[in-house]
């Protein structure tokens, strides 16, 4: 079981390129897969008054930043991902030669940017968040129809998420109905991911900060590096105590050791069927 894990700077790098630089260090050193930056832009924003439309255009990637992220990350040996908010910058991230991009919750149902986006990228990360049942099954619907190869992400957006709304039931239906499931965290207390880890996430993705208050932007629902180690060390404890898949084709389902051992316990005490 190969469970990606995702390292979420999302903007917390402030628009200083050293400190992305930083963040994508760190990952790699804590042992995570992936590291995540947003590809958002000031002048795609349909609401120029929206709150966050400063600081999206002050933390803005631009088309150099990506490039220089992307190779930052083939020196660490660490996966570069991002997200794309607009469909008018698919061809752009199409040009970055990533197999993977995420796709934020509030585009679950943007199915004209999801399709756009599978004509160049392999494999598509969607997140939940903020949708009914319903909406979540329209999706499914079309993902499957349209032979879509992704990832759903369970996910509360709601920023920190309290411990009693993580609500992993909702992860536990969403993989009951959909093939490929992961997790997305929005909260410092990292046993929801353990769960999704141990309970069939494929992909699980975490917010991360530098230290409690910086360098960069630290937020309440931000995890701090010895964290993404911790879950590093759990996943590579979950495949050890989960064995080799393969072995569930091997015939009585043994280990040679218990071959052995039931040469010598069976019938033991004689006939006692």
């Known amino acids: 079981m190969g469970i990606k894990i995702i390292a979420e700077v999302s903007s917390n790098h402030q628009g200083d390129m050293s400190l992305a630089r930083q963040f994508i260090k760190v990952a790699s050193q804590a042992g995570v897969d992936c590291v995540k930056f947003q590809s958002s832009r000031y002048e795609d924003l349909a609401n120029k008054n929206d709150p966050q439309a400063e600081w999206i255009r002050k933390t803005s990637l631009s088309d150099e930043n990506h490039f220089a992220l992307i190779e930052e990350c083939r020196n660490s040996r660490i996966q570069f991902l991002t997200t794309c908010f607009s469909i008018t910058r698919v061809e752009f991230l199409a040009s970055l030669g990533l197999d993977e991009i995420k796709v934020a919750s509030p585009d679950l149902l943007s199915f004209s940017m999801i399709e756009k986006l599978c004509e160049h990228f392999k494999h598509l990360i969607i997140s939940t968040g903020m949708h009914s049942k319903e909406e979540i099954k329209t999706a499914i619907d079309f993902l499957l129809k349209n032979e879509i190869s992704a990832t759903l992400l369970h996910a509360v957006s709601l920023y920190p998420t309290p411990a009693d709304k993580t609500f992993m039931y909702k992860f536990l239906w969403l993989k009951d109905n959909f093939p490929h499931v992961g997790y997305s965290h929005h909260t410092s207390d990292i046993e929801p991911v353990k769960f999704a880890m141990a ?75």
Do not use: C, Q
């Not at 389902?253 to 051992?261: I, N, P, Q, V």
């Open 199 to 273: 309970h069939g996430a494929e992909i699980v993705e975490a917010h991360m900060k530098l230290g409690e208050h910086g360098p960069g932007r630290a937020s309440r629902w931000d995890i701090l590096p010895g964290d993404f180690k911790a879950l590093v060390k759990y996943r590579d404890s979950l495949n050890e105590m989960l064995g080799n898949k393969g072995w569930l084709d091997e015939e009585g389902f043994l280990f040679s050791e218990e071959t052995a051992a039931k040469k010598r316990f069976i019938g033991r005490w004689g006939d006692n069927k």
